[in-house]
């Protein structure tokens, strides 16, 4: 991702840096500009003004970052009658930042930017109805919202329209209409669309497969800031799925996807540490990184850090603690806890052996279609 090192090659990369420090410098300029001309309109009371003066403080443009400002000035904005103020509160409220975390009332403000015709209102409302935060759950009211932001062209409307088709809420079940919001979001440069749209491609959900577009789309949802895309992208790249393999590549999307917050990204990256594929091999890293992804609820994390406890590998040794890894795991469902689990109940292994229990874990990986489970059980003289 990210030819021979010439001084060719140095001199364009000495003049790469320049300008990217450049237009770095130019870009801190403009915002500090533009800071200046909002604060003068925002004084001059122009609401509008107030509100894109909250989101300077809130991205710290032109201004250090303070979301007690930012949600201050977005909501001068709103009671000064911008709909995006009244949007952008709601979020604050939703998130906790700058005010008290507070579902109802960001709900409240959501309803304010959506009746004032702000498409992005619309979609954080239609998020809130979707899950029941803040109001009770509606998703034939959380389709009507959806539908209105994209609409308006946002982009992330459409792409959760499209999952509304995807998974029959509020709406029947129509994979096509599925693929082709995906799309419409996507091109109106909505990560989660692109990633969606991929995922589509490279299962042939309502659109013809097409695995080297659905790297495209998983790339174009990664840059674009979507870290499942990022994840997925990676993984094409582990695979040779639509692309030529490459480990180097697939440790570069996981690490973006990790440093992004995505659990399932910093997972992939510790088997790749693990491993030693595409990276240097070590041990700690990756229990590092299974241990991540676990505290961030991802099962195969808590199971694969299970497994680190078990061989002493970036960890020291302990079975009790690997036990209970495993435990987490196949609570959340993942069958490699569950057998690992089993094994340590047949062997005693940081348990008290307990062989009616190790059955019990077998069959139930081995119900989901795992041989080597379903082997064991044989071994052991008992029934699949």
Not at 2 to 19: A, M, P
Not at 44 to 51: D, E, L
């Amino acid at each position: 991702m990210i030819k021979d090192i010439s001084r060719t090659f140095w001199r364009s990369l000495c003049v790469t840096l320049f300008f990217t420090v450049a237009a770095s410098t130019a870009a801190a300029q403009a915002d500090e500009e533009r800071f200046a001309v909002v604060t003068q309109d925002c004084a001059a009371g122009v609401a509008a003004a107030c509100s894109e003066l909250g989101w300077m403080y809130e991205r710290g443009k032109g201004v250090a970052a303070d979301d007690a400002n930012a949600a201050g000035l977005y909501r001068i904005g709103c009671e000064g009658g911008d709909a995006a103020g009244c949007s952008d509160l709601g979020f604050m409220y939703e998130r906790g930042r700058g005010v008290p975390q507070d579902d109802v009332i960001a709900v409240g403000y959501y309803e304010q930017g959506c009746s004032g015709s702000d498409g992005w209102g619309c979609n954080y409302l239609g998020v809130m109805y979707d899950g029941g935060y803040g109001v009770n759950e509606d998703n034939t009211r959380a389709f009507d919202l959806f539908d209105q932001a994209c609409n308006q062209n946002i982009g992330r409307g459409c792409s959760n329209l499209g999952l509304m088709y995807r998974d029959g809420q509020g709406v029947a079940v129509d994979l096509v209409l599925a693929a082709g919001l995906y799309e419409r979001g996507c091109n109106q440069e909505d990560g989660q669309g692109c990633t969606d749209l991929g995922y589509a491609r490279e299962n042939g959900d309502g659109i013809a497969v097409d695995l080297a577009l659905a790297v495209t789309h998983y790339r174009d949802g990664c840059k674009l800031g979507n870290m499942i895309g990022c994840t997925n992208a990676g993984f094409m790249y582990f695979s040779g799925t639509g692309i030529a393999a490459s480990n180097e590549r697939a440790v570069s999307y996981y690490t973006l996807a990790c440093d992004g917050g995505d659990a399932r990204g910093c997972n992939n990256l510790g088997t790749m540490h693990y491993d030693g594929f595409g990276t240097t091999q070590d041990d700690v890293r990756a229990a590092e990184l299974f241990q991540l992804a676990c505290d961030d609820d991802y099962p195969l994390g808590c199971s694969n850090t299970g497994l680190m406890y078990s061989f002493g590998r970036g960890v020291i040794l302990n079975e009790a603690t690997a036990v209970s890894y495993y435990q987490t795991g196949c609570d959340g469902d993942d069958m490699q806890g569950c057998y690992s689990l089993g094994y340590n109940y047949e062997n005693g292994l940081g348990v008290k052996l307990d062989r009616t229990r190790a059955i019990s874990l077998y069959r139930q990986v081995c119900a989901s279609g795992d041989t080597k489970a379903c082997a064991d059980l044989t071994r052991m003289g008992v029934q699949p």
